[in-house]
């Protein structure tokens, strides 16, 4: 189940985030927001994996530290961590 309400103010759980509008949420590690969630996309990627632990250490990395591109299997392994808010 979502919690909140998806077009209310859902502030990013990324450490240095400050975007308040996200729509994307993970029971475990809170909301997201797509800037923060393209980055995490990649980030999976290149670490070959998408273990809590592994997400734990995207979401405590600093806002503007990484750059990625786009890469598919991460965006689907990103999007089942973290679904959009229906």
Known sequence: ???G????VMPCA??????????????HHGYI??????D???FLAERDGS???IVEAFMNIPVGSNQY???EQ?????????????
């Open 33 to 38: 927001c797509e800037e923060c969630f393209a």
């Open 74 to 86: 991460a965006k689907k392994d990103a999007d089942e961590l973290f679904p959009e808010c229906k």
């Open 69 to 71: 591109a786009f890469r």
């Open 14 to 27: 990324r450490e240095g985030c400050e975007h308040i509008m996200c729509r994307r949420y993970n029971s």
């Open 51 to 53: 273990s809590v632990k």
């Open 40 to 42: 995490l996309v990649v």
């Open 1 to 3: 189940m979502i919690v």
């Open 5 to 8: 309400d998806p077009m209310g």
